[in-house]
């Protein structure tokens, strides 16, 4: 197993940025370009989650944890220290006229699995994505 | 935002954005948008999304929002032109129903005539 931690400030423009550095270390290790993309938006969703919601709309910490079984699988948790989920979290797509929300709906659709927890100060988007052999660079 | 391109046709507004539409750039893309709209008397806005290669949540509300006030005012919005990026994710969130996408390449022209 590969692990290893990232970590900006979670403004609109760093949190993105952080989430294109996570990709391009996946990319050293994966070789499907639709697979880089999915994780490249589950990424930027959670990331963006952190950036609008985690601060009242302050910047504060923002870091990825990143744990890679080459040939199997990737999980990915994004972290933030914030103010924490609001009520029960909803995996849903909102109804076509919403302006936002779909963010979690959109990780649901292309992870295998996705949590939302609490640990101590600590607010987790835990997401688990299995890829097949044949999408790993030998 | 250089790579913006922002031109009229006799009546709709042509509006194409090459890059990421993701959270640090929709609140500009927007505001753009909107200027050109108060200061312009269109019947339609055509949202050219080819040099799209990557689009979040934050950019599919920023068509959402567009749409709903283009509708809102008895006006259209096209979508034409859909990178298999902006596609496949706006087929995630299953609008590529809900939105007008204009498939046909004579149709886009005649839109923008």
């Known amino acids: 197993m590969i692990r290893r931690i990232f970590e900006a400030p979670s403004a609109p ?20 370009t639709n697979i880089l993309h999915d994780l490249d938006i589950m990424l930027t969703e959670a990331c963006a989650n952190v950036a609008r919601h985690a601060y009242g709309g302050g910047e504060g910490r923002l870091e990825v944890r990143l744990a890679l079984v080459p040939g199997e699988s ?16 909803r995996f849903v797509n909102p109804e076509p006229e919403a302006e936002g929300g779909r963010g979690l709906f959109i990780i649901s659709r292309l992870s295998d699995a996705v949590a939302v927890r609490s640990e101590g100060r600590e607010n987790i988007v835990a997401i688990h994505k299995k890829i097949g052999k044949t999408s790993w660079k030998s | 935002m250089e790579k913006l391109t ?70 259209a919005c096209y ?35």
């Open chain 2, 79 to 113: 979508l034409c032109r859909l990178s298999p990026k902006v596609r496949k994710t706006l087929g995630l969130v299953q609008l590529l129903s809900y939105f007008q996408v204009v498939e046909n390449e004579e149709d886009v022209a005649a839109l923008l005539s």
């Open chain 1, 13 to 32: 423009e760093q949190s993105r940025g952080l989430a294109r550095e996570v990709v391009g270390f996946l990319g050293n290790h994966l070789s499907d």
């Open chain 1, 74 to 89: 990737v999980d990915l948790e994004i972290v933030d220290w914030g103010r924490g989920f609001d009520g029960p979290v």
């Open chain 2, 6 to 75: 922002i031109s009229h046709g006799k009546s709709a507004l042509y509006f194409k954005y090459d890059g990421e539409v993701t959270l640090d750039v929709t609140p500009e893309l927007k505001r753009r948008l909107e200027a050109e709209l108060a200061g312009n008397e269109v019947a339609a806005v055509v949202l050219d999304l080819s040099g799209v290669g990557f689009m979040d949540s934050s950019g599919i509300g920023f068509l959402v929002s567009i749409n709903t006030r283009m509708r809102s005012i008895g006006k």
